[in-house]
């Protein structure tokens, strides 16, 4: 009695059932702190302290039916100020309220921006490997999704293929960076050269092809990694960001989009956002949410914790053979396995390993690896890796 | 550049942003306390005193990555067992964590069941007066909007008409009592006669068809009325809820689905509805909220402030000559206009009210009164509905 467009859904949703139960019975039968789970993208770090602050401070302070109640469908409009000016204060910008939107969350701001953007057949192009989601999110508003083949040497885009798979009914192209699944951030150089190529085929088909850049990890970079703006390389750049990640968050589902006063049609497509927002019952962003990070604006979560896992995981895994996209940001490794990806990821659970084949990513012969875990589990599962990469003969 | 399906509803929404400009505008001019706005749906009763404390001791004591990280899509399990406690006790019920499921509001509640059901082309079926929101969650489906004629003498459903309106194509019905805009309840009696034309019509045509009753306003209700609980009456039924208004908390966006284990398909529609809310962007309702709701179940609004505005405008307006729908609910009055709607509603705003004309709710000749204000407002406002009831010769 269902949708015919959810029938496979639920069928693809039974299997990640099925693993996840997977993983409890194997819990249960060799004790949970002899699995190791490097499957799920659930931030491992505590919120920076201020942010319960925060949120108590709101609650005892503000007027609750103000504090609880309906606000405009973009949002409270102090907090899109404060926001706004945050973000020019870091990137050098010059955005207004009038130009963010709080969101539930990056995945309900990117559902918003299609809603607003497509007609049936409008092709949207994602760079694999790329994360999964997106081809649910493009298919809710009967939009075609064109994957660039990934590049393997360096997960940027490939730009050749990149500009032959525009054509005259590209409406969207999503970029994520830093990266779901490489951990890979895209250099400069990358989005002026993607900058180029949009450009170039605006031009050519006469049409106005949105740069919808999802950047959940933006604050997740290490070393002296930063990541470029994209709205300073390309005009009709849209961001989504959320506080998932930035303040570990995931479950409040609190975001925003950035759209720039000087992209095509901006009031039309700022209007038609705030409307989505409305009409697919997200209404607006949780309103204590909105307030409470007005006040952790300069928050971030902890990212030396991540990073020490990081840096345990690749010289680990470096050390034993293995071989991965440049990790300089997000909680992923994506490790180039020495079978199908799929096989692989069947053995290591023989190992105890759990890990997502790059299949699901639309990139094969790599696993996914979140370090978004326990350091002392990344400790206790390095002899399994050592295992399959005896197993393998990559041992040097 | 926009979507061509969004461009009537930017126009839409530009002419409520013209009426909420002009209502502020009225306000400079003469005074805010001299425009009386009836218009609105945002409730003005504080949220109980319990709410507020249940938010900040959650966030005191649990975990934080607990509390703010990504759950089931569904919601918490212990979250939705002791919802689902909570009605078994109050309705006498038989439902567990796995007949709920955690939305973002009504309003997102609604949309995930509309995604999980509908085909395009298959036909939602809904009473006039009807929320308009409505028509645009249908479409956001390609679903086929019916609209049953509204019975002015009760304001329950004209039972004939919404049987010859059935047909092969149709999978929901979507029912709102306590309703907006009239504030009427729907008797025990209309829900068996309800259920027995979508019996005998399941049958006619070897079809499920889902009654969707969506109850942000249960807990609404005035002197000795009851809410009868559908899914009681009726096999296919799926219920939406909301705390918006029994707790107060519309911008939070905190709800529930009740997909009771019997009706048509369970385990599809629920696993599909649990699918729909991860790819429609909510992923999963707001986690704070969730967990602070489970500490409120028995705690509701202090509904004797709405019911004393509603008995100071429904005297005061009847005795001025007025009739409206039978307000037992909700904090709505649907007044009888005694010329068309749209002309009442302008000269209603030289006398400083903002109401709301029945056209948007597909019944013309009446007018929404929104009671949820202040009371001293309601006060002020009534030599201005006196001076109306004047000029169309009302007074008896």
Known sequence: MIAKKMVKLVEGSSVIRAMFEEGKKMAAEFGAENVYDFSLGNPSVEPPAGVKNAMIRTL?????????GYMNNAGYEDVRAAIAAHINKEQGTNFNENNIIM??????????????????????????????????????????????????????PDMEAFASLITPKTKV??????????????????????????????????????LLSDEPYRELVYGDITVPYATKYYQNTIVGYSYSKSLSLPGERIGYLVIPSDVDDYEDVFGAASVATRILGFVNAPSLQQRAIMACLEEKVDVSIYDRNRRLLVDSLKGMGFECANPDGAFYLFL???????????????????VVPGQTFGCAGYVRISYCVDYDMIVRSLPAFEKMAQEYGLKR
């Open 60 to 68: 005892e302070e503000e007027n609750p039916n103000y504090l609880h």
């Open 103 to 156: 969101t539930v969350g990056a995945a309900g701001g990117l559902n918003v921006m299609l809603k607003t953007l497509l007609d049936p057949e409008d092709e949207v192009v994602v760079f694999a490997p790329f994360f999964g989601e997106y081809s649910n999110y493009v298919a809710n508003y009967d939009g075609k999704l064109v994957v660039v083949p990934p590049n393997t040497e360096t997960f940027m």
């Open 173 to 210: 192209v999503i970029m994520n960076t830093p990266n779901n699944p490489t951990g890979v951030v895209y250099s400069e150089d990358t989005l002026k050269e993607l900058a180029k190529v949009m450009e170039e085929k605006e031009k050519e088909f006469n049409t106005s092809i949105y």
């Open 336 to 354: 180039k396995t020495p079978v199908d990806d799929k096989e692989f990821t069947k053995k290591a659970k023989e190992y105890h390993l759990l």
